[in-house]
Structures are given as structure tokens and as C-alpha cells.
């Protein structure tokens, strides 16, 4: 599905930054179903990073670590122990547990790379907003009939008013999709359950080091 990127001297660097493009997904994620509003651009940069398919490197999935700067924020944050991301914590636990059964379905994640490609390439003639909007619904639409297959599948929690609402739900999906990619992403450059465990400190002092100033 997602072309490997290197790891090298910046290994803990770009697991730093792939962990902060899952925490940047899933708090745009409880923002979304409790507020009814987001980080327009936060959100801009998680649809992009999804349709990254074909990028050399970590940081270039996301289109620099200033575009991620709410992950950073909110990855320190957890690391740190800070029970308001709890739940922000707990969609990217969710995240990290359906990557392990995703990875084992080839069929499913081949599917998904052809039809990222043809979506990415939707709404050219559209003014960015529309073309995003546009997007996310293709790609939502998609995540229903892929990963929301794969059991048990992520609920997500919030106000049904913002719940009900068509464009919400397409981007709530599609954030939980580009948490997925970053969740792989984690995993092709080493990650897993014990180097987060073991490594926290590491990767906390690396996410501080990758703080916009």
C-alpha cells in the first residue's frame, strides 16, 4: 500500500514524526465529534499524508514537521502523562491494535493504493477547500468499504448533533484513515509496542527537538 521510507541517522526523528502524525489524526478526531470543529489545516495535513504514497521520505509524507505541530503538541502531551488527551490516546491505541490485522490483508491494502491514487487526483479545477471536502468524501467512502471491515472497529465518541452531520463524518473517517497510514508507517521504520514502551523517553525528547519554535 505505502512505499517504505528510510530510516537512518534519523530513525527516532521519523518515528517521532510518524507517532505525532497519528496524534495529530485521532485529536482532530475528538475534536471533530465533540466540537463540531477542527483544525482546518491540521486536518489538510492528514489528508495529504494519506494520498502520500509514493514519498522519499518520513518528513516528506507530511510535508514538514511544521505541519504537524498539534501531533507534536499532543504526543508530548501524552507522553507526559496529560489525562485531557485520554481519549485522544485511546483512538490511537485503537488505531495501532487495527494496524496489526490490516497489515495482514495484502488484497485490501493493494485496493486501497490504486484507489488513493485516483482520488488524489480529484478536484484539480476546485478551490482547495472543495477539493479537500471532495476528498475526504471519496476517502471515507472508501474506509467503509475497507478498514471498517476489519474487526472490531473503531467507534468513536461524541455529540450525535456533530455526529449526524454528512461532512463531519467524512472527515472524522478520513482522519481515522490517516492515523491508519501513520500507524504503518510507525511500524515499517521499527516501531511497536515495546520501543514505545522503552523508548518514551527517547521519542519525548525528540518530539520537544521537532517543536515548531
Same mark, same amino acid.
Given at each position: 500500500?505505502?512505499?517504505?521510507? /528510510?530510516?537512518? &541517522?534519523?530513525?527516532?526523528?521519523? +518515528? %517521532?514524526?510518524?507517532? /505525532?502524525? $497519528? ?8 475534536? /471533530? ?9 491540521? #486536518? ?15 518528513? /516528506? @509524507? ?15 502531551? *501524552? ?18 491494535? $487495527?494496524? !496489526?490485522?490490516?497489515? +495482514? ?12 491514487? @485516483?482520488? %488524489? ?15 475526504? =468524501?471519496?476517502? #471515507? ?13 473503531? *467507534?468513536?465518541?461524541?455529540?450525535? =448533533? ?5 461532512? !463531519? @463524518? ?9 492515523? $491508519?497510514?501513520?500507524? @504503518? $508507517? ?14 518514551? &523517553?527517547?521519542?519525548?525528547?525528540? #518530539? ?6
Amino acid at each position: 500500500m505505502y512505499q517504505r521510507t /528510510a530510516g537512518g &541517522r534519523g530513525l527516532m526523528k521519523n +518515528r %517521532a514524526l510518524a507517532l /505525532a502524525g $497519528l496524534f495529530q489524526a485521532t485529536e482532530l478526531v475528538r475534536q /471533530a465529534a465533540n466540537h463540531g470543529t477542527w483544525s482546518g489545516y491540521g #486536518a489538510e495535513a492528514c489528508l495529504n499524508s494519506l494520498l502520500a504514497i509514493e514519498a522519499d521520505s518520513t518528513e /516528506a @509524507v507530511y510535508g514538514g514537521a511544521h505541519n504537524l505541530r498539534l501531533g507534536i503538541e499532543t504526543l508530548i502531551a *501524552v507522553l507526559g502523562g496529560d489525562r485531557r488527551y485520554i481519549e485522544s490516546l485511546g483512538y490511537a491505541i485503537s488505531i495501532m491494535q $487495527l494496524e !496489526t490485522r490490516f497489515r +495482514r490483508d495484502r488484497t485490501m491494502q493493494d485496493l486501497i493504493g490504486k484507489r488513493l491514487q @485516483v482520488i %488524489a487526483g480529484l478536484g484539480e479545477d476546485l478551490e482547495d477547500y472543495e477539493k479537500y471536502d471532495l476528498q475526504a =468524501q471519496e476517502i #471515507a467512502s472508501l474506509y467503509c468499504k475497507t478498514v471498517s471491515t476489519i474487526k472490531p472497529r473503531i *467507534v468513536v465518541h461524541g455529540k450525535p =448533533q456533530y455526529l449526524q452531520v454528512p461532512r !463531519t @463524518v467524512n472527515w472524522i473517517r478520513t482522519l481515522l484513515f490517516s492515523g $491508519l497510514r501513520s500507524a @504503518v $508507517l510507525w511500524r515499517q521504520l521499527g516501531g511497536g509496542r515495546f520501543s514505545l514502551m522503552f523508548g518514551r &523517553r527517547k521519542i519525548l525528547r525528540q #518530539a520537544e527537538a521537532l517543536l515548531p519554535g
